[in-house]
């Protein structure tokens, strides 16, 4: 069983930062095998990718509003992604899961922004940019 745990969530002013971290757990779990990502979820509105990144860490994508002010990186010694978010605006406020991708394999046409790609969530953590 995988329980990913997020943190770092709170209330900032519209051109602050914020770092969340999603740490992974479960007796047998290889985080380095999977593929984790972020999503958020705004009220009224269907949950939307943020942003991924690759077993490695080696390669990262991203929702075109979240593009040069979000940036996801992973500690695979810690069992920990995080999601560094930069110049936040408004329309950023939402709750931010993180996700566990469902697979360990990933050929170089799959995309990961899809939201049934990934088969274990986190509770979220709400994030409020003001203006």
């Known amino acids: 069983q995988v329980q990913l745990v997020e943190s770092g969530g709170g209330l900032v002013q519209a051109g602050g930062s914020l770092r969340l971290s999603c740490v992974a757990s479960g007796r047998t779990f290889a985080f380095g095998s999977y593929a984790m990502g972020w999503f958020r979820q705004a009220p009224g509105m269907e949950r939307e990718f943020v942003a991924a990144?690759?077993?490695?860490?080696?390669?990262?994508y991203y929702a075109d509003s979240v593009k040069g002010r979000f940036t996801i990186s992973r500690d695979n010694a810690k069992n920990t992604v995080y999601l560094q978010m930069n110049n936040l605006k408004p329309e950023d406020t939402a709750v931010y899961y993180c996700?566990?991708?469902?697979?360990?394999?990933?050929?170089?046409?799959?995309?990961?922004?899809?939201?049934?790609?990934?088969?274990?969530w986190g509770q979220g953590t709400q994030v409020t940019v003001s203006s």
């Open positions: 996700a566990k991708n469902a697979r360990t394999y990933y050929p170089s046409s799959y995309s990961y922004t899809g939201r049934y790609e990934y088969d274990t």
């Open positions: 990144i690759t077993q490695t860490g080696a390669s990262m």
